[in-house]
């Protein structure tokens, strides 16, 4: 039995997208750029595609730009957008708790004479919109927040820092990868600038993304060569990946509602159960603005590491802060950032559900884990001590 609990790494490709791509890798294998008509017809393939992806969003369809990902998206916003705008300045402005699509790319602009201000986040890892106003200065050309976190799932006040983007004339980028066909996004209404996403975290093709940029924005090429992409991402397109991730994501947007509904219970289900039959345990994040599909918890006195061993013995997949820092032993930078300590952050897990996870898979990795956690507890000599105190006060 293998019950996958780590959608926030990555989905099944949908069997509806691996169909519609099919025809794409021998018929209708023609470069788009050809002068025949089976290149024409990919051509308006890819703008078909377009238009899927911009409706998603509210959004025109030139302003989807198609990438190989997430990783791509943030680090064309970042980078080309902070070299378009150095001479109104060079100060960005983003949070402790993203990605590290985006951190490492600041850290990059930082070596290359950009100033970035690191904005601190609540418990629930929340970040204060009043905080981001105030970092606000006359040299800062980008704000870039996540729309919704990948380790413990705190969706950001989106709506509120645009609008106070806008009004300061700042440009405003989000790293949607984990909000982007989990929950609605609407780019106009919440005043986005430069928004990126990726195929294969809902259900798309691996190696698929795209970046919206809103009409207006001077953005640059981040891949030089041939004229793809209205001049602006070189390379032969990759059309079955196109094909893969425009119809992934009208299959997320027309299931949204319902998919939401049916994860929320099960997410609630499990994070009851589990804080409930289990002592010493806590979830992270926020308990409402949250993605439906996302649980962290915390268990203290057990070794995290030692935890999801075993559940991968009991063919359970889950994860610990996020799979990119999986093989460092360093606690998630996420989880220091909402104020945990070493210790409790190396003994949180992160499950993340999907649409196929059944209310069966949620009772089997419930008790697997009260057991799992129950049999480490009685191994820490910490536990042991903590618990002859605790009754001693008593
Ligand atoms: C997965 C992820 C990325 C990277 O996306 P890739 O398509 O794997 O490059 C970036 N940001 C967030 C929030 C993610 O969860």
């Known amino acids: 039995?293998?019950?996958?609990?780590?959608?926030?790494a990555t989905t099944s490709t949908?069997?509806?997208v691996i169909r519609a791509m099919q025809p794409y890798f021998h018929d209708k294998f023609a470069n788009p750029s050809g002068i025949y008509s089976i290149a024409k017809e990919n051509r308006q393939k890819i703008e078909k595609c377009r238009q899927m992806i911009a409706d998603t969003l509210h959004a025109k369809k030139n302003e989807i730009y198609f990438t190989a990902g997430g990783s791509e998206g943030d680090n064309w916003a970042l980078k080309e957008i902070a070299d378009t705008y150095s001479k109104k300045g060079r100060h960005i402005i983003t949070t402790k708790l993203e990605h590290h699509g985006i951190l490492h790319t600041c850290e990059y602009l930082e070596r290359h004479g950009f100033e970035v201000t690191y904005l601190d986040v609540d418990i629930y890892g929340r970040v204060n919109p009043v905080q981001v106003e105030r970092a606000i200065r006359k040299d800062t050309i980008l704000i870039s927040v996540m729309f919704a976190n990948n380790e413990i799932g705190t969706i950001q006040p989106i709506g509120e820092?645009?609008?106070i983007a806008r009004r300061h004339n700042v440009l405003f980028h989000t790293d949607a990868v984990q909000a982007y066909g989990q929950i609605p996004i609407d780019v106009a209404c919440l005043q986005v600038d430069l928004l990126t996403a990726s195929g294969h975290k809902f259900r798309g093709p691996k190696g698929t993304g795209f970046l919206y940029v809103r009409d207006g924005v001077k953005l640059q090429s981040l891949i030089h060569g041939g004229a793809q992409e209205q001049g602006l991402r070189a390379g032969t397109e990759n059309v079955p990946g196109?094909?893969?991730?425009?119809?992934?994501?009208y299959i997320a947007d027309a299931a949204m509602e319902q998919r939401m509904k049916y994860e929320i219970q099960i997410r609630e289900y499990m994070i009851g159960e589990l804080l409930t039959t289990i002592p010493y345990s806590q979830l992270n994040g926020h308990p409402e603005q949250r993605l439906p599909n996302n649980i962290n918890i915390s268990f203290q006195f057990v070794d995290g590491g030692a935890l999801l061993v075993m559940l991968d013995t009991l063919g359970i997949c889950a994860s610990g802060g996020s799979a990119c820092t999986s093989a460092s032993k360093e606690p998630s930078h996420v989880l220091k950032a909402i104020g945990l300590s070493d210790e409790l952050a190396r003994g949180t897990i992160r499950l993340t559900i999907g649409e196929e996870t059944t209310k069966k898979d949620a009772d089997y990795v419930i008790a697997c884990i009260r057991e799992l956690v129950g049999g480490l507890r009685e191994q820490s000599p910490f536990y042991e001590d903590y618990q002859s105190r605790f009754h001693a006060v008593d």
């Open 14 to 16: 949908h069997p509806e």
């Open 242 to 249: 196109i094909v893969g991730l425009a119809t992934a994501a």
């Open 1 to 8: 039995m293998t019950v996958y609990m780590d959608h926030a």
């Open 161 to 163: 820092i645009g609008a």
